[in-house]
């Protein structure tokens, strides 16, 4: 039996594991991808916290500055730990090997990020994600972790509302299996894939931890959060780090000329941009002037992907840019614990709603959320384990695994109506259109009716190739189903919003009210139906009184 086991190979679900082994359990991580294909690989700026090795700082303007960036949304008590926890995690990442780059003096180096007030990101060059996960990695190999690649999440498997595994599908051989397991972590990241063709992510980034969560009957929050980084590069929207801006870089004009503070927090950045963009001008970020040297020095992946994808050089070119779908803030309701509503389940990262983001995230807080409550996690799924009362879960999960075989063998033997993948680059492209930066009622009722149209198609949804190993096919299909269902909880929630807040702006209701200073809940209903409710936080009220109902205490 599984003690722990951890849905995804990111930051978060790394520093689970590490954390979750300290008590010598007997810790399993699986993942449908590749560790350095998670967006904590591909994360390239810095992450946060206030060691004021640059300059003066401190835990509490770190809180102040996530406080402000998060638009009057942001939960002040997971804030605290995030904020008063990073030096040390940030010190601990940089003993177990993440090879910060230094200052002069031998400190580690921080950089500015947009909405900061102190250099407090840490970084390695302008791939610090890679960098850290290539860290946890070796150490959780050599802990004696076992990962298990090539794994996709279907479902989760829960008995009288206490988690007892995971149903998942073998992708190399097409088999269904039920793991079961003492608990169970989700860190299986954020959505921001499903705005295919203008995202910084990979389209396979499409909640599935998130999906899977909600089928299950977890409550999520605020879905209606997606943060546009300003600077995807043309045409791909691959990321242009924040850090070459916090290096010196500037937006400008064709003709070069600089147009707005560079150093905004992302929401209002990205809108500046979008705004300049729709009035017939082309934006570009201008490095130019930081040298050929030091460029190769400081953002090196930078000069690779301009070359690579635009054929330019940086250090003599103006590079265009546009805002790309990067992270949402939204996702399966937690407590300050990591804690779900399921006995024994918890969740961490970009799938979870800790509350430190609020409606729009401070550059460099998304690894720190990670590493953070990842380790949170951790620490209690190992506890929750080490006292559980083992469960009778037979014949649950052969019922689980009956039910997803036959889902499975319905793609795979089914007629195909449609081609997968124009089917993902047009809800991509509607989702951009209505459900991006600038969004109004009509425009968001337009993708909500075209996510319930590709929804009737589900049934025309099958593989070409019929085949069982390594069918990518029948992975994107599944990926598809999950976007579909994220992006209508995330419309639905972007809809009942009346306001403009953080990353959410809408262009009928442009100011923010104070009647909406409450987070959105998305909550199933029978018979499939979603109900989206604006209610003040309560704390742990909500966890606490499930519990109670659940075991009668």
Not at 253 to 265: L, P
Request: with cysteine.
């Amino acid at each position: 039996m599984i003690d722990v086991l951890i849905i995804g190979t990111g930051l978060a679900g790394l520093s689970a594991a590490l954390e979750a082994k300290r008590d010598n359990l007997n810790v399993v991580l699986i993942t449908k991808s590749f560790p350095f294909r998670s967006n904590s690989s591909l994360a390239s700026g810095g992450i946060n916290a206030a060691l004021g090795y640059a300059e003066s700082d401190a835990p509490y303007l770190h809180a102040i500055d996530t406080i402000n960036a998060a638009a009057g949304l942001g939960d002040k008590e997971a804030i605290k730990i995030l904020c008063e926890a990073a030096p040390p995690r940030v010190l601990e990442l940089d003993a177990n090997g993440a090879q910060f780059d230094r200052a002069e003096n031998g400190e580690i180096a921080q950089r500015s990020f947009g909405g900061s007030g102190r250099k407090r990101a840490c970084y390695v060059q302008d791939r610090v994600g890679s960098s850290l996960v290539q860290a946890l990695l070796k150490i959780c190999n050599s802990a004696g972790i076992t990962i298990l690649h090539g794994h996709f999440l279907l479902d989760l498997i829960v008995k009288n509302n206490r988690i007892a595994g995971v149903c998942a599908l073998k992708l190399s051989n097409g088999e269904v299996l039920a793991i079961e397991a003492k608990s169970a972590i989700l860190a299986g990241g954020g959505f921001a894939g499903i705005y295919c063709g203008r995202a910084t992510n990979p389209v396979s980034t499409n909640g599935d931890s998130i999906a899977a969560a909600f089928r299950s009957g977890l409550r999520l929050v605020n879905m209606e959060f997606v943060q546009f980084h300003p600077t995807g590069l043309l045409g791909s929207g691959e990321l242009v780090s924040e850090a070459a801006r916090g290096e010196g870089g500037f937006l400008t004009y064709e003709n070069g000329e600089r147009f707005t503070n560079e150093m905004q927090t992302r929401d209002k950045l990205a809108r500046t941009i979008e705004r300049e963009i729709r009035n017939g001008h082309k934006v570009f970020i201008d490095v130019r002037h930081l040298g050929k040297e030091f460029l190769q020095s400081r953002l090196p992946n930078f000069c690779k992907a301009v070359a690579a994808k635009l054929g330019l050089d940086p250090s003599c070119e103006l590079v265009p840019i546009a805002p790309a779908a990067h992270y949402t803030m939204g996702g399966i309701e937690v407590d300050s614990r990591a804690r779900t509503a399921i006995a024994g389940l918890f969740a961490c990262g970009e799938c979870a709603y800790s509350g430190v983001h609020g409606a729009n995230r401070l550059g460099g807080n998304s690894l720190l959320e990670a590493a953070v409550f990842g380790k949170i996690a951790g620490k209690n799924a190992a506890r929750f384990a080490k006292t559980a009362k083992p469960l009778k879960t037979g014949a649950i999960c052969d019922e689980k695994v009956a039910i997803e075989r036959k889902r499975i063998e319905r793609i795979l033997e089914g007629e195909s109506l449609y081609n997968i993948n124009a089917l993902r680059k047009s809800l991509g492209k509607k989702l951009t259109a209505k459900l991006g930066i600038f969004r109004d009622a009509s425009g968001i009722l337009d993708a909500i009716e075209y996510v319930e149209y590709l929804q009737t198609l589900i049934g025309g949804l099958a593989c070409v190739d019929k085949g069982r190993n390594n069918n990518v096919e029948l992975t994107m299909i599944l990926e598809f189903l999950n976007a579909l269902e994220v992006a209508e909880i995330s419309a639905l929630a972007a809809l009942g919003r009346k306001e403009s807040r953080g990353s959410h702006f809408r262009e009928d209701y442009p100011l923010s009210s104070d009647r909406f200073v409450k987070n959105s809940y998305a909550t199933r209903k029978a018979g499939g139906f979603f109900a989206i409710e604006f209610l003040r936080p309560n704390s742990f009220a909500w966890y606490l009184d499930k519990l109670r109902r659940a075991f009668s205490v």
